[in-house]
């Protein structure tokens, strides 16, 4: 009675145009709340296939979401589908015409007679409002079964999804006394592996908690679910399972609210009233940009410099000739110096610096493709940690910025840096 | 004959923990080489399930495509559904047994027994070699159907794509008469209906030449495609509207073969031997990255400043506290000043920079967020050139650093900047 099927309608979609993030948007949003999502299809703008699919997603679930084909165009075929599909009428809906002149009339553009057509809407349906663009959305219930259509545009479906639809759909499965809780434990700095088998004495645990290990770039999430008749026993379960994974990992555990390490890293700099200053190399720019991707970061983040050639390495930052000369521009000594220089000449209180070779040329036969030193400098200490990630150059950039944020929230936090 | 279909494996998709990029992948490269793609299911882990769309797969198309389930841990079915489903048995198979065992060798592993199951293969099918991991992909024929089934990790998925199945379908369409050819061309700093009113007096010709339209956030790519009996008339075809596009919107097209701008630019400045020196403000580092994304921008990139502070844009920079005093760190004044004193400090040929509000904080009752002033400097020119982007934080960064980038490549290939 909770099961759901998704419906993805557009060429644009098969030939591999657009990736489908609307189908991981609506499958998350759902299973969050304790829905069961069964199957994703994905369709071209084409009425016999429309039909097909909506034939077979009614047959083997509760609700059915389908996006994409609303718009005002030719190719735009869904309503027309929907008419069929349910042997429906068109009718006019003020509320949306209304909607849909104040759009224009806001843009300061006359409203086509290709929009007006969009206030049209099948008789059977409840519409559903679209805070974001012309195109309504349809809420429609038939034997049983509740049909969400809504268009393809991203940024409007959400909006229909948060505003309307997703508040109902809690309210309805929690009036049938179903619970369902989750909750995110991001890791960073340890693979998924390592991660499983330092858990191992808890896996008895995982089959009542459901547990689930999701690796990314950037680290490895922990996801901890359960569902049952009440909340409170939910939580209860969550928190008891989650605590013992504190116990046996938590060193590695950056946050279970924030998904990102920076914005975590900007919380501890605001508490503790100090300022960040970065020099990298390697990283030509990502590290600065993740960090100033967090709102209100420049309320820490002092200034970076992106020191690709030597000279700007020895002119701004005061590294000495001699240390690359002596040990090159990828070195342990190197990366301290560029820590150290930045602090200095912006008054930070931290300095943090990345060197590397990051291919696919540039490498040495002492030093390979993936090469990285990460310096850190503050008033009581300066290091730098060697890596060697053997990957392409956008994923070296990528895993020596997330090592540069790992290290610099082990230290904020009183953790160790081996 | 050309028919194709696509089967997405796994619970992590349909609760949208991940994001189908295999399905649009796929896609992509199959339409490019003229087949057709009809449908894309995605299921989870869950035999019954996998077994209906295989049946519905195959009454539909030609060709099904099939990704994820192949791991070696229990949640991975998809190897038991395929015995069944073509009612044939496992068999051991030696190359497949080698290779896994050097795999684990060069990593100094033993072989778990749980890979060594993996080179059991049905006997129906043919292997298809994985070099980037342990399980074997299968390609089984039957019925003048063929069935690809592939581990679901990206990587591994392209690797088996491009060293075997491609260049085999490839061969099998051609060998059809079937020629399928298009071309790109990458536009920026023009909205998709502006693009499409410029090439009215075109549509007839639309009609023969299959053109498409496709916006993303850093510019509309037009895209020409043609299918026939021969790649020289496809060829030809393309080509003269083509030429009939670039004398209309030629101005605005970057490239007709590289997607990112920041390559054109890197090819340019190593043609003229340029170099490039940057001062981020708003944009935080962003485009430094974007600019060393680029595999040998070491050659043209001298460095970056990310002034985030007023201290950094004065002390760095060289910007005149009076300039900041008088007009604002966000203002024309101060963006020129940027742009003049990171090519100065650094004797590049070109300094670039961004000075903004990005929000969500930050605006001034004359200052919204999303003003952005990019100036320009080098020997014969200096200006800034002003922007309204009334985005959110992370899209603000993203269509700054675009636009900067456009007033660059502008620069370097003489054309106008309005």
């Given amino acids: 009675?909770?099961?759901?099927?998704?419906?993805?309608?557009?060429?644009?979609?098969?030939?591999?145009?657009?990736?489908?993030?609307?189908?991981?948007y609506i499958g998350e949003k759902l299973t969050a709340l304790g829905y069961e999502v069964l199957k994703t299809f994905v369709v071209g703008d084409s009425k016999e296939d429309i039909l097909i699919v909506?034939?077979?997603?009614?047959?083997?679930?509760?609700?059915?979401?389908?996006?994409?084909?609303?718009?005002?165009?030719?190719?735009?075929?869904?309503?027309?589908?929907?008419?069929?599909?349910?042997?429906?009428?068109?009718?006019?809906?003020?509320?949306?015409?209304?909607?849909?002149?104040?759009?224009?009339?806001?843009?300061?553009?006359?409203?086509?007679?290709?929009?007006r057509d969009q206030a049209m809407v099948p008789e059977i349906a409840k519409v559903i409002p679209n805070d974001y663009g012309t195109a309504p959305g349809y809420d429609i219930?038939?034997?049983?079964?509740?049909?969400?259509?809504?268009?393809?545009?991203?940024?409007?479906?959400?909006?229909?999804?948060?505003?309307?639809?997703?508040?109902?759909?809690?309210?309805?499965?929690?009036?049938?006394?179903?619970?369902?809780?989750?909750?995110l434990l991001y890791t960073t700095g340890i693979p998924e592996s390592a991660l499983y088998s330092k858990l191992q004495d808890?896996?008895?645990l995982f089959e009542e908690v459901k547990v689930a290990f999701l690796p990314s770039q950037f680290g490895v999430k922990i996801r901890l679910s359960y569902r049952s008749e009440s909340e409170e026993l939910n939580l209860k379960k969550i928190k008891f399972v989650e605590e013992k994974i504190y116990e046996r990992v938590g060193d590695y555990i950056y946050s279970n609210e924030k998904p990102a390490i920076e914005e975590v890293i900007g919380i501890i700099l605001t508490e503790k009233k100090l300022k960040l200053a970065v020099a990298e190399s390697c990283t030509g720019g990502l590290l600065c940009d993740r960090i100033t991707n967090v709102p209100g970061s420049s309320n820490y983040f002092e200034r970076g410099v992106v020191s690709y050639s030597n000279e700007s390495k020895i002119q701004i930052l005061g590294v000495n000739p001699e240390t690359i000369k002596t040990f090159g521009a990828v070195s342990e000594q190197t990366a301290i110096e560029m820590a150290r220089g930045v602090r200095n000449i912006s008054n930070a209180d931290i300095g943090l610096a990345t060197t590397g070779i990051m291919g696919p040329t540039g490498a040495t036969e002492t030093k390979p493709i993936g090469l990285v030193f990460i310096g850190y400098s503050d008033k009581?200490?300066?290091?730098?940690?060697?890596?060697?990630?053997?990957?392409?150059?956008?994923?070296?950039k990528e895993r020596t910025s997330q090592a540069a944020l790992e290290i610099l929230w082990r230290m904020l936090t009183g953790r160790e840096v081996n």
Same sequence: chains 1, 2.
């Fill in 54 to 115: 909506l034939r077979e997603a009614e047959s083997i679930s509760d609700f059915i979401f389908i996006t994409g084909g609303l718009g005002p165009t030719h190719d735009d075929i869904t309503r027309s589908c929907i008419l069929q599909y349910f042997n429906t009428r068109l009718v006019f809906h003020e509320e949306t015409f209304e909607r849909i002149k104040k759009l224009f009339e806001r843009r300061n553009i006359a409203m086509p007679e290709i929009n």
């Fill in 202 to 204: 808890l896996y008895p």
């Fill in 380 to 396: 009581n200490r300066e290091f730098a940690k060697q890596f060697n990630f053997a990957d392409n150059r956008i994923r070296n």
């Fill in 141 to 183: 219930e038939k034997d049983g079964k509740r049909f969400f259509v809504m268009p393809g545009v991203p940024h409007e479906m959400k909006g229909m999804m948060e505003s309307t639809i997703l508040p109902d759909l809690k309210r309805l499965i929690q009036s049938k006394g179903i619970f369902y809780n989750q909750i």
């Fill in 1 to 24: 009675m909770n099961k759901v099927s998704i419906i993805s309608i557009g060429d644009e979609l098969l030939i591999g145009q657009t990736i489908n993030t609307n189908a991981a």
